[in-house]
């Protein structure tokens, strides 16, 4: 039993590129969730998926886009990077289909650079 | 006014002490309390969560919550080096809309000293 999954661990873009942070959870968990973690800042939602099929904005969604694959997966993408999207990034599931109601188990991150 | 707030720390505890970090919270209507640890370079991990009024021990842990207050807090008795990490605060709060979404504070930065 894996938890919370993510790749990459690390990647460095250019600004213009874009990427796919790709996140997979084992526990037939309903809901999944995009953080991302700034120094001082805390962490912020980008995007949750209630259950398969939704997603809805968080927090900070300009700049990102996701897909809820099926109920496993939730991927982030950047279409066009920016070096204000430098940071970490955390994906996180929850039993419950109704987002952001119950306890949230988080995958180990990705490290954003962007240049 | 932040929805939760935290003290950032770093809160400086001897080794064996007692390390109390503390949580307030803006929706008076909040209904679910949790405290995560994230070691430096890590992700959060769940340490405890509380609903209701009152003390809630799991080994060396003792939540605190007081709604009325709109505060929560989390104590750590015999404090251990390995304690030392950022613990965070979060609190499901209410938002427009009639949804809600789980808030997390900045974190208090613990450091255990031998």
């Known amino acids: 039993n894996a938890g919370v999954t993510q790749t990459p661990k690390f990647q460095v873009l250019k600004t213009g590129q874009s990427m796919t942070l790709q996140c997979a959870q084992d526990m037939n968990h309903n809901s999944m969730y995009w953080y991302r973690q700034d120094p001082g800042m805390g962490l912020r939602l980008i995007y949750y998926s209630a259950s398969e099929g939704t997603t809805d904005k968080g927090e900070v969604p300009n700049g990102y886009n996701v897909s809820r694959l099926n109920k496993r997966e939730f991927s982030l993408r950047l279409e066009s990077a920016a070096p204000s999207q430098t940071s970490v990034y955390f994906c996180a599931s929850s039993e419950y289909p109704r987002g952001g109601t119950d306890t949230q188990y988080f995958g180990p991150g990705t490290r954003l650079t962007v240049l | 006014q932040k929805e939760v707030e935290q003290n950032s720390g770093p809160l400086s505890v001897p080794e064996g002490a007692i390390a109390s970090l503390n949580c307030t919270y803006s929706d008076r209507g909040s209904q679910s309390f949790f405290w995560y640890r994230q070691y430096s370079g890590k992700s959060p991990e769940l340490i405890m969560s509380?609903?209701?009024?009152g003390d809630k021990e799991d080994g060396r842990f003792t939540a605190q919550l007081n709604k009325a207050s709109q505060y929560v807090s989390l104590l750590i008795r015999d404090s251990q080096p390995s304690d030392s990490a950022t613990y965070l605060c979060a609190v499901i709060l209410t938002v427009e809309g009639g949804g809600n979404k789980l808030t997390f504070g900045t974190g208090t930065q613990l450091k255990v000293e031998l």
């Open positions: 509380i609903y209701s009024n």
